[in-house]
């Protein structure tokens, strides 16, 4: 199985939104409304942000939320923060029990 | 609180194993499964399988069919995950990670990530 798909690189601008996408297939994404979102700073563990597509985590803000359209889901970060730089990388359950990453996205606050 | 405590870096030679252990603290260890995540350096992350500590029944990636073997000791609230015939690819930081998840999965804790260094 492949990884998902995801953009090298997004930036944006303190107060911003911006927007990461996941593309996967009907077997993983297309499939599951099991999609999750992982945010790491350098030399970090990852941390959960979003969980089965849309749901927050106690503690995650508000600014961060998930959603999914066909085999594409999406996390947007709306009033882009200089704490939100990072990798972030999505995550999907897959039609044969296992798990796919995306390959993660750098995000840069200009 | 809940914990993820992970055994110490290994630096191991090329066609050799590697075991490293993940102990669980701070919630009911049969309770959620348990998966290993490694990240190569400067690399994504790359999911490798998962144990379901309460029944031991297990699910791996394809990529690592037949080269590794997740287990775990109830008793002492610990996940292990054996890699074989390491290459120097497998070079990675290992992570433990629990999963709450009754359908699908995703990850909530993370351990500290152990360090496997494959070099001749």
């Known amino acids: 199985q492949s990884a998902l798909t995801q953009p090298a690189s997004v930036s944006g601008s303190p107060g911003q939104s911006i927007t990461i996408s996941c593309t996967g297939t009907?077997?993983?994404?297309?499939?599951?409304?099991?999609v999750s979102w992982y945010q790491q700073h350098p030399g970090k563990t990852p941390k959960l942000m979003i969980y089965d597509v849309s749901n927050r985590p106690s503690g995650v803000s508000y600014r961060f939320s998930g959603s999914k359209s066909g085999n594409t889901a999406s996390l947007t970060i709306s009033g882009l923060q200089a704490e939100d730089e990072g990798d972030y990388y999505c995550?999907?359950?897959?039609?044969?029990?296992?798990?796919?990453f995306g390959g993660g996205t750098k995000l840069t606050v200009l | 609180q809940v914990q993820l405590v992970q055994s110490g870096a290994e630096v191991k030679r090329p066609g050799a194993s590697v075991k490293v252990s993940c102990k669980a603290s701070g919630y009911t260890f049969t309770g959620d499964h348990i998966h290993w995540v490694r990240q190569a350096p400067g690399q994504g992350l790359e999911w490798m399988g998962w144990i379901n500590p309460n029944s031991g029944g297990t699910s791996y990636s394809q990529k690592f069919q037949g080269r590794v073997t997740m287990t775990r000791d109830t008793s002492i609230s610990t996940a292990y995950m054996d890699l074989s015939r390491l290459k120097s690819d497998d070079t990675a930081v290992y992570y433990c990670?629990?999963?709450?998840?009754?359908?699908?999965?995703?990850?909530?804790?993370w351990g500290q990530g152990t360090l496997v260094t494959v070099s001749s």
């Open positions: 995550s999907s359950y897959t039609s044969t029990y296992t798990l796919l």
């Open positions: 009907s077997s993983d994404v297309g499939g599951y409304n099991f």
């Open positions: 990670v629990k999963d709450p998840a009754t359908s699908g999965a995703y990850f909530d804790y």
